[in-house]
């Protein structure tokens, strides 16, 4: 028994030891790594209850002039800085939802500060202009030096939008349109008198009945085109007409991946099989397949790249446009800058369409055959905004100067390694954690999601969803391992309330 008592005691001491060097090590990490924002917050700080009374009473007021129903905070951008967003009571939050994904190098940045005060930002704000006609004189040197430098491999040209939805929206137009003068023979074949006159009344041949293949459980917008390849929820879709367009089964894997390598390839292979069934057989033809790398609204759903790389061969293969959306997942992430890049695709998407943390938004392309072979196609009258296009050409100088890629590839991988201690700890509320080696791109699923995210504000979290019980985290490129600590503790003390 004295054996047992003297076992069960150096293994508590071993414990305990380890537990003093698990913090020493922490407290290390904190004081050594250098802050992106040094005069952000050390930690999130609660004021009051949330929502406190000063919110309350404004959003009140908001409520008589604006839908208030879907609202999730009022908040004071004036007092949110760095990876903390403060609302009108003092309490301050730990943002790892960001906007929906949007926000990229944190509130309130000097250097975006110093871009929206700048001479070419007034004018451009001022004197906005309607691209398609009347463009102004250095917009060329704008998208260079921004968008056009980001962009991905293969693709050197842009349609610049307004907004993720906009950016799809236009991206199907241009795919119906090439499949149309590819059918006709050519950019030089003028339309015939039949086609000029049916389309005025929405039929064929004019008005084709062609369609955009996307996937079960995706999102890719919510306007007229992009709302038919949405079927991510249908409160997205209720009372809405929907074209008559194919839905292909996304990939359903297992977790932990290692585990169960072999049903995990065969539940793409059998994915890929009915995509390819699809496009040789759905009524309407298919000029386009849509994905996204990883399935945001949906619930966080994810795929090998593999997976992306049969499906692009797919579409060679049937002379099918291979659309990458990237409104969610582009622009850092994933510790990629664009998402595809984690698929080594031995050739690049015919399109990939970008917003969010852009903060503007539109869609790559290579291919000169996608534009349209006449003027005002594929137009409207802003056709983008050089303003939005000014603050990601800051963006992007900000996250070279601070590396910030490699920054969210690095505290991903921290992060996530945090998450599995506590997924061993907590089974039953830590399920199906997903997004190893896809920089802070990361989910799980708790049976219990929606008590856990109203239980987030009030350990000092502002944290979101997706699906059905998906807890998915989205924070900022300025995300660093100190901030993670702060998650990975409050998302223990949150599951120790449930």
């Excluded at 409520?63 to 003092?90: C, E, H, P, Q, W």
């Excluded at 003068?181 to 064929?204: A, C, D, I, V, Y």
């Excluded at 072979?373 to 963006?395: C, E, H, S, V």
């Excluded at 049976?447 to 239980?455: C, G, M, S, V, Y």
Aim: proline share 7%; hydrophobic share 40%; aromatic share 10%.
């Amino acid at each position: 028994m004295a054996a047992v008592f003297r076992s069960s005691l150096k293994l508590r001491s071993t414990t305990r030891l380890s537990a003093v060097r698990s913090l020493s090590t922490t407290a290390h990490l904190r004081a050594a790594e250098k802050p992106f924002f040094p005069d952000e917050p050390s930690a999130p700080r609660l004021a009051t209850a949330i929502p406190g009374p000063n919110n309350k009473a404004a959003a009140e007021k908001l409520d008589k002039v604006f839908d208030v129903r879907s609202l999730n905070m009022l908040a004071d951008y004036y007092k949110s800085t760095g990876n903390y967003i403060a609302d009108l009571d003092g309490n301050v939050l730990l943002d790892v939802y960001a906007q929906i994904a949007s926000i990229p190098v944190g509130y309130n940045n000097p250097h975006l500060r110093k871009v929206a005060g700048s001479p070419e930002m007034v004018n451009a704000l001022i004197n906005r202009p309607a691209l398609g006609n009347f463009p102004s004189h250095d917009w060329a040197d704008i998208l260079n030096a921004g968008i056009l430098k980001v962009a991905p491999k293969g693709l050197n040209q842009v349609f610049t939008a307004l907004a993720g939805s906009d950016a799809n929206e236009t991206a199907y137009k241009a795919a119906f349109m090439y499949y149309r003068q590819r059918e006709r023979g050519g950019p030089e074949k003028e339309f015939t008198e039949e086609e000029l006159q049916t389309t005025m009344t929405n039929q064929s041949p004019g008005s084709p009945q062609l369609s955009i293949m996307s996937f079960k459980s995706a999102f890719h917008g919510r306007l007229f085109g992009s709302l038919s390849t949405t079927r991510s929820k249908p409160i997205h879709k209720l009372d809405i007409p929907a074209f008559d367009w194919p839905q292909a089964p996304f990939p359903s894997l297992k977790y932990p991946l290692e585990e169960h390598a072999a049903e995990n390839a065969q539940e793409e292979q059998r994915c890929l099989q009915e995509v390819e069934r699809l496009i040789k057989e759905f009524h309407n033809p298919v000029a386009a397949v849509v994905v996204e790398p990883i399935q945001s609204e949906g619930g966080d759903n994810h795929a090998s790249p593999a997976f992306f790389q049969g499906l692009r061969d797919i579409t060679k293969r049937h002379n099918v446009l291979f659309i990458v959306d990237e409104v969610q997942t582009g622009v850092g992430a994933t510790g990629k800058f664009w998402a595809h890049d984690h698929w080594n695709l031995t050739t690049p998407p015919d399109m990939v369409t970008f917003s969010k943390k852009a903060q503007t938004a539109g869609y790559y392309y290579g291919n000169p055959a996608l534009r349209p072979n006449k003027p005002y196609r594929q137009f409207n009258t802003w056709m983008g905004d050089p303003a939005r296009a000014l603050i990601f050409r800051g963006i992007t100088e900000e996250i070279e100067r601070l590396n910030l890629v490699e920054n969210t590839a690095i505290t991903g991988d921290y992060l996530f390694a945090g998450l599995e201690r506590l997924a061993k700890q907590y089974p039953e509320h830590l399920q199906n954690l997903r997004g190893k080696g896809q920089g802070t791109f990361i989910a799980w699923d708790s049976p219990k999601r929606d008590e856990f995210l109203a239980k987030a504000k009030h350990v000092g979290v502002n944290i979101g969803g997706s699906g059905q019980n998906a807890v998915r985290l989205r924070p900022m490129l300025i995300f660093q391992k100190h901030h993670a600590d702060i998650l990975l503790e409050s998302v223990e003390k949150i599951i120790k309330q449930l």
